[in-house]
């Protein structure tokens, strides 16, 4: 993921250009970019949220 800086003239056309940039990336993109986040917020050994269901029994 590298990162690339752009310089706009106006608040409209870097809201454009972002908007833009989001939709091409690919899913493996938007995946990498969410685990980047996850690791950088929680670190490195959290648990993944869906192996750590447990099935409660309701009475």
């Given amino acids: 993921?590298?990162?690339?800086?752009?310089?706009f003239t106006s608040f409209h056309e870097a809201e454009?250009?972002?908007?833009?940039?989001?939709?091409k990336l690919t899913s493996e993109e938007r995946q990498?970019?969410?685990?980047?986040?996850k690791i950088r917020v929680y670190g490195e050994n959290t648990p993944d949220i869906r192996d750590s269901r447990q099935i409660v029994k309701r009475r």
């Fill in 1 to 7: 993921m590298d990162r690339t800086v752009v310089k």
């Fill in 32 to 37: 990498e970019i969410a685990r980047v986040l």
């Fill in 16 to 23: 454009d250009a972002e908007i833009m940039n989001q939709i």
